[in-house]
């Protein structure tokens, strides 16, 4: 273990990224409590989190994943940055409520226009009518809110699904399964209503996000949850935090006891979904891709990383896995990206009989 030196580098602070994301090794947990320990998975892309998880766990079953949706005790829906995350039950009743303010927001900066005229109160109730009534689409939603309203039914369905917490219920999001997304209240499919805050966002989420994240600054907490009121909630905690500088001078805290490896531990080859969040989840996200390739975290590319970085990127193209390498890979490198590749390849529902391909390295 690293000693509380003032400066941690690069390298090191990838280690403890990956350490605490399940990448540096894969963990035999359990995926309710791999989910609930990396503070939910991305979940934009459907089949996402079976490939977040795959990476993370030995062994690992995407049945129990089912059942853990079908049981209720994950769901998925619109939480931090207003995007589609993968929570525990538990997860979401606690941090849905503290998130309206800034999903509201953020609709807004998208349909300010469109919805200019529209009470977004007055909105949420005539939407939770509808939801009480079955577990309808958001285009269901938004055409029979737009009869009563003079705005675009695409912009009140996807407001009806900010001002009223909902979930998307399954199947959407089964393994190897393609459903479109139907939405039913949170509170109803949960069987208990989600927590009001008391007041500004509470000190347990900036722990929860240092254990699965730190070290990392403010900056970074405020990238993964795009919430207001971070400063009193990091200053209620600081006394308990263990300081650092990364090598631009920023602070950095972290939990005392929390995982940060030594920066020389091999980090083997990890295959990501698209916006995973061991990505996505800081401000300065240099720990684990190069700044030439920082906008390809937002384009939906799906990453390979390689000594701990991201070295390539991967699809699946007409039943093969292809991986396209963003810089030269050794023999070496080639054949630890082919061998993981061709794992997960045989994990794939849509991938035949393991076919994999990767191109030639870029120099």
């Known amino acids: 273990m690293l000693s509380a030196v003032t400066t941690l580098d690069t390298r090191a602070l990838n280690r403890a990224t990956l350490a605490r994301q399940h990448l540096l090794e894969r963990a035999p947990v359990s995926p309710l409590d791999a989910i609930t320990q990396v503070g939910g998975l991305q979940a934009q892309e459907p089949q996402a989190p079976f490939v977040g998880l795959w990476s993370r766990l030995d062994p690992f079953d995407p049945a129990a994943v089912d059942a853990l949706l079908t049981g209720r005790q994950v769901v998925r829906l619109h939480l931090m940055r207003r995007t589609v995350h993968l929570v525990t039950a538990a997860d979401a009743l606690a941090w849905r409520a503290r998130h309206d303010a800034m999903l509201r927001q953020r609709l807004l900066g998208v349909y300010r226009k469109e919805l200019s005229d529209v009470d977004l109160d007055e909105l949420a109730a005539d939407a939770a009518t509808l939801f009480a009534d079955g577990e309808p689409s958001m285009p269901d939603v938004g055409r029979a809110l737009a009869q009563r309203r003079a705005a675009p039914g695409r912009a009140l369905g996807e407001a009806a699904m900010t001002v009223v917490p909902v979930v998307q219920v399954p ?22 209503e ?17 254990a699965a994240f730190g070290p990392a600054a403010s900056a970074d907490l405020r990238a993964w949850c795009g919430l207001a009121g971070l400063p009193a909630a990091v200053a209620a905690v600081r006394d308990e935090l263990v300081s650092f500088r990364d090598e631009r001078g920023r602070e950095l805290l972290d939990l005392p006891d929390a995982p940060r490896p030594d920066p020389d531990t091999p980090a083997p080859v990890r295959f990501l979904p698209a916006f995973d969040n061991a990505v996505l989840g800081y401000d300065d996200r240099s720990r684990i891709v190069d700044d030439a390739h920082r906008l390809l975290s937002v384009a939906g590319k799906r990453f390979v990383l390689l000594d701990g970085r ?22 070496a490198d080639r054949s630890a990206v082919g061998e993981e590749a061709r794992a997960l390849a045989r994990f794939l529902p849509d991938v035949e009989r393991g076919r994999v391909r990767v191109a030639s390295s870029r120099t």
Do not use: C, K, Q
């Open 194 to 210: 989600p927590h009001r805050p008391s007041g500004t966002v509470d000190a347990e989420l900036v722990r929860r996000y240092l």
């Open 171 to 192: 199947p959407r999001g089964l393994f190897g399964t393609t459903a479109g997304a139907r939405y039913a209240p949170l509170g109803t499919w949960l069987g208990s």
């Open 310 to 331: 991201v070295a390539a990127t991967w699809t699946v193209v007409d039943g093969v896995l292809a991986v396209d390498p963003l810089r030269r890979f050794t023999r």
